[in-house]
């Protein structure tokens, strides 16, 4: 049996982008990664991530906002952060811990811009859906993207 990794996903306020990396590694590597998500903040779970994940079938609605210090006692293989501020912010990380940076697009800042010109709420949707998609064919290509 292959020892799973511990990969931490990062960002601002573990909202969004966090929890959608995090649902998406349980729900498609849960097999090869032990997932969790935390921010350098907590904003709360943004319920349009929840909606968005739900329609492809992941459930984070039991997820809540986490601050990094609350995995001050799991050793860590692996911490992606998902945003800028969160890659440039990032704490360092002791032992073999590799961080690497994706970063995703920021969808409650895409949905607020858009409301703000007229745009409907499916419109507003559409922003997360996107980033959701690209989230998941980022995890897809995990563990060996790491190597």
Not at 104 to 120: Q, R, V
Request: charged share 25%; proline share 4%.
């Amino acid at each position: 049996m292959v020892k799973k990794i511990n990969v931490l996903f990062l960002c601002t306020g573990n909202s969004c982008r966090s929890q959608m990396a995090e649902g998406w590694a349980r729900h498609l590597k849960s097999d090869q990664i032990n997932a969790y998500s935390a921010g350098i903040e907590t904003h709360g779970l943004n319920p349009y991530a929840v909606k968005v994940m739900a329609e492809s079938g992941v459930d984070i609605s039991g997820h809540k906002s986490k601050l990094l210090k609350e995995f001050n006692d799991v050793v860590l293989d692996v911490v992606v952060t998902v945003c800028g501020h969160a890659n440039e912010t990032c704490p360092y990380f002791p032992g073999n811990c590799k961080v690497t940076h994706v970063g995703f697009d920021d969808p409650p800042k895409i949905a607020k811009d858009l409301a703000e010109k007229g745009a409907s709420e499916e419109e507003q949707l559409d922003c997360y859906r996107r980033v959701r998609d690209e989230i998941k064919a980022y995890i897809e290509a995990l563990p060996e993207s790491f190597k």
